[in-house]
């Protein structure tokens, strides 16, 4: 195997360029990075200095293959079981788990004995699991990723049905999903994980989804294990997603965090005191919304769903916009009657000169245009 490489890295809690193979930041003693090493064949947990695997037996050769896990990112892992293996260990690492499933979720559980995630089973199947039907893919899946991604600050999703998605959509709209919810994490320590299958998908279907996913060949290195009778230890690096926007000596505050105003070092402390920073990581917008001491000042962007035909339209508001012109220019648009329809937003009916400041919509949610329970006018 190569040697690693020397290249600098960001330490997401103080900004500062550090050597990726320090284990703590220099300047601010910060743990950079989690790593364990595991059996390539079954993968069990082995020490770096083990020379046969507990569990299976396999001889683990001298040299260490790595992979590199990064908040921030999605990856594309040839491999379910090893894909299940990676999600237990987040999980077990304090990162909230979300699991959406092609299986019934008592298989999940038994498979992989997951108990403490969040997870829903894609299908039409009504019953007293969590379900989401796969078709619904621009509303519900879209907006139960995204809340989730939303309310923690530290998070995990494996989606394991691809095929299933592409079959009921087609790729080019899984493609639009996964960038979605690719540009959703790109600033957050959040990781997406979707298992495949060697030949799951066309390639013009994959396509769609590779400029925003990183691939773990996991089949690869399994294949080489047979061939060489001997097998290279797995050494998975977890590193923090920098948040700090730093690029060199230039501190650069990411798009997403702009807020109006400046965030001292007694703020921050204060903010502390009042437990609301839960962690380093989390960005200066969702601190001061938690806060309730701010609200945004500029345009946000959302996506509205036609709960009659599915169709989504994107849209650019102004937090001093209210409902009513939300939905009559969304009307204008499909040519709706827009007199006998509201916003629903998670179970909120939203309606009337309430302003979007307001009613609690955000840059990036995605709401609904329904027919109004009550009648409308």
Same mark, same amino acid.
Do not use: H
């Given at each position: 195997?190569? /040697?690693?490489?020397?290249n600098n890295v960001i330490c997401?809690f103080?900004?500062?360029?550090?050597?990726?193979?320090?284990a703590?930041?220099?300047?601010?003693?910060?743990?950079?990075?989690?790593?364990?090493?595991?059996?390539?064949?079954?993968?069990?947990s &082995?020490?770096?200095?083990?020379a046969i695997?507990?569990?299976?037996g396999?001889?683990?050769?001298?040299?260490i293959s790595?992979?590199?896990i990064e908040?921030?990112?999605t @990856?594309?892992?040839?491999?379910e079981?090893f894909?299940?293996?990676?999600?237990?260990?987040?999980?077990g690492?304090?990162?909230?788990?979300?699991?959406?499933?092609?299986?019934?979720?008592q298989?999940?559980e038994k498979? @992989?004995?997951?108990?403490?995630?969040?997870?829903?089973?894609l299908?039409?199947? *009504?019953?007293?699991?969590?379900?989401?039907d796969?078709?619904r893919?621009d509303?519900?899946?879209?907006?139960t990723v995204?809340e989730?991604?939303?309310?923690?600050?530290q998070?995990?999703?494996?989606i394991?049905?691809?095929?299933?998605?592409i079959?009921?959509?087609g790729g080019?709209?899984?493609?639009?999903?996964?960038?979605?919810i #690719?540009?959703?994490?790109?600033?957050?320590? #959040?990781?997406?994980?979707?298992?495949?299958?060697d030949n799951?998908?066309e *390639?013009k279907?994959?396509?769609?989804i590779?400029? @925003? &996913?990183?691939p773990?060949?996991?089949?690869?290195i *399994?294949?080489e294990v047979?061939a060489?009778?001997?097998?290279?230890k797995?050494r998975i690096v977890i590193?923090k997603?920098n948040?700090?926007g730093?690029k060199g000596d230039?501190?650069v505050i990411?798009?997403?965090a702009?807020?109006?105003?400046?965030v001292?070092?007694?703020?921050? /402390?204060?903010?502390n005191?009042? #437990?609301?920073?839960?962690?380093?990581?989390?960005?200066?917008e969702?601190?001061?919304?938690?806060?309730? *001491? #701010? &609200?945004?000042t500029?345009?946000i962007?959302i996506?509205?769903?036609?709960?009659e035909?599915?169709?989504?339209?994107?849209m650019e508001?102004?937090?001093?916009?209210?409902?009513?012109?939300?939905?009559?220019?969304?009307g204008?648009y499909?040519e709706?009657?827009?007199?006998v329809y509201?916003?629903?937003?998670g179970?909120?009916?939203?309606?009337? /000169?309430?302003?979007?400041?307001?009613?609690?919509?955000?840059?990036?949610?995605?709401?609904?245009?329904i027919?109004d329970p009550e009648?409308?006018i």
């Amino acid at each position: 195997m190569p /040697n690693e490489s020397t290249n600098n890295v960001i330490c997401p809690f103080c900004g500062e360029s550090v050597d990726q193979k320090l284990a703590e930041c220099p300047v601010c003693g910060a743990k950079l990075f989690d790593e364990l090493f595991i059996c390539p064949r079954c993968t069990a947990s &082995v020490t770096s200095k083990d020379a046969i695997c507990p569990l299976c037996g396999v001889k683990l050769a001298t040299e260490i293959s790595k992979v590199q896990i990064e908040g921030g990112s999605t @990856y594309v892992v040839t491999d379910e079981n090893f894909s299940y293996r990676l999600f237990k260990t987040l999980t077990g690492m304090d990162y909230k788990g979300l699991i959406l499933s092609k299986m019934n979720l008592q298989k999940i559980e038994k498979k @992989y004995s997951i108990t403490d995630a969040t997870a829903y089973w894609l299908t039409a199947t *009504q019953g007293k699991e969590k379900t989401i039907d796969p078709q619904r893919l621009d509303f519900e899946l879209m907006y139960t990723v995204s809340e989730f991604v939303k309310n923690n600050s530290q998070s995990v999703t494996i989606i394991d049905a691809l095929t299933l998605l592409i079959s009921s959509n087609g790729g080019q709209k899984v493609g639009d999903f996964i960038k979605y919810i #690719s540009d959703l994490i790109s600033t957050k320590d #959040s990781i997406v994980i979707l298992p495949v299958q060697d030949n799951f998908m066309e *390639q013009k279907d994959y396509d769609f989804i590779k400029e @925003y &996913v990183q691939p773990i060949n996991y089949k690869e290195i *399994q294949n080489e294990v047979t061939a060489n009778k001997e097998a290279e230890k797995m050494r998975i690096v977890i590193r923090k997603q920098n948040i700090t926007g730093k690029k060199g000596d230039e501190k650069v505050i990411p798009s997403s965090a702009k807020v109006e105003g400046t965030v001292t070092s007694d703020m921050k /402390n204060d903010l502390n005191k009042k #437990s609301m920073l839960t962690d380093t990581t989390q960005n200066i917008e969702e601190v001061k919304g938690n806060m309730n *001491q #701010s &609200v945004a000042t500029g345009p946000i962007r959302i996506k509205l769903r036609d709960s009659e035909t599915g169709a989504v339209l994107e849209m650019e508001l102004d937090i001093d916009n209210t409902i009513d012109e939300l939905i009559e220019s969304a009307g204008a648009y499909w040519e709706k009657a827009t007199g006998v329809y509201v916003i629903r937003k998670g179970n909120k009916i939203l309606r009337g /000169n309430m302003r979007i400041g307001d009613a609690d919509v955000r840059d990036g949610d995605i709401i609904e245009l329904i027919p109004d329970p009550e009648g409308g006018i």
